[in-house]
């Protein structure tokens, strides 16, 4: 579990970056388990080397990396402070078996999966489902 841990803090901490951004539109939406974390306030998504960072401001603080591809990948989320007592989640590619599925159409993407999420007790983490729809601005 410390492993795990530490995986997901070191990932969390190389997936701060600067992106331009704008207010949210009507329709974004982030749900964690059967709990709405909206409003969402912003969006945000930049582009390099390939992979997309969508940044998400709502009541939990949300990134995604999604790769630019006909068919995207989604390669991480991290929803929340994972450690906290709050709720939180984070899937990362790379040690999952099942990733997410994702649409991407036009600014507009939905992303619906399972993570390793905790809501409240960060040493019991159980597989919790989450959902996102969001548009990234012009």
Known sequence: MNKLLLTVCATGTMLVAGCSGGGASETDALKLGDTDLGPVSSVSCSTDDGLTTITIDA???????????????????????????DRALVFIDAVSATGPEVTHQDRRYTIKGTGLGTSGDANQPVDTTFEIDVTCPK
């Open 59 to 85: 009541a939990e603080k949300t990134v995604v990396k999604v790769t630019e591809e006909e068919e995207p990948t989604v390669r991480s989320v991290h929803i929340g402070e994972v450690g906290s007592s």
